[in-house]
């Protein structure tokens, strides 16, 4: 029988070891080698798409030779006006995409110190380009799928008035 494909290194791409032993330089061109994949890895311009870019020696940004702008690695992704050093976000994809249950805000959070709040918000930009990227293609040959539950069984409503009602009424089917 096959080995599982989760089960092989091939399903070990993203490794949060990986990530956090990275220099801020290998991190930034790991990104850019995502964010550029479509173009082979090299930058070009979010704005206009024009691949003739200059690349500035100090600052990791790019020069656009058509539109004249300036960008960087995240320019125009979900990323955009970005706080946290890029490792972080490299780190926090790991997290998030290697969670096969799901990862709360608050564990997220703990793990890349940072408030619930940022973690939450991060958590929700990395779901919608998830969404955005799936709505994009149809799968094709052998599909597998893991699926995740949300919401599902209604809890009875647990208001004050009616949790001093249901006491009494339970001390009233007491045995005796
Ligand atoms: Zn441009």
Redesign the pocket.
């Known amino acids: 029988m096959a080995q599982h494909f989760l089960l092989s290194a091939a399903a070990r791409t993203l490794s949060l070891k990986g990530i956090m032993q990275m220099s801020d330089d290998e991190a930034h061109a790991a990104f850019a080698a995502i964010r550029f994949a479509g173009n082979g890895g090299e930058a070009?311009?979010?704005?206009?798409?024009?691949a003739a870019?200059y690349a500035y020696t100090v600052r990791r940004i790019w020069k656009?030779?058509?539109?004249?702008?300036q960008?960087s690695v995240t320019s125009g992704t979900i990323f955009a006006n970005r706080k946290l050093p890029i490792r972080d976000y490299l780190a926090a994809i790991a997290l998030f995409v290697n969670a096969a249950k799901g990862i709360s805000a608050l564990q997220l959070g703990r793990d890349l110190e940072v408030s619930y709040k940022v973690a939450f918000v991060l958590a929700h930009k990395l779901r919608e380009a998830i969404g955005a990227e799936q709505i994009k293609g149809r799968l094709s040959g052998v599909v597998e799928v893991d699926g995740a539950y949300v919401g599902g069984h209604l809890r009875q409503e647990n208001e004050a008035k009616d949790r001093k009602d249901r006491k009494r009424g339970d001390e009233a089917h007491l045995p005796r």
């Open positions: 070009f311009c979010p704005r206009c798409g024009c870019v656009c030779q058509g539109c004249r702008r960008f």
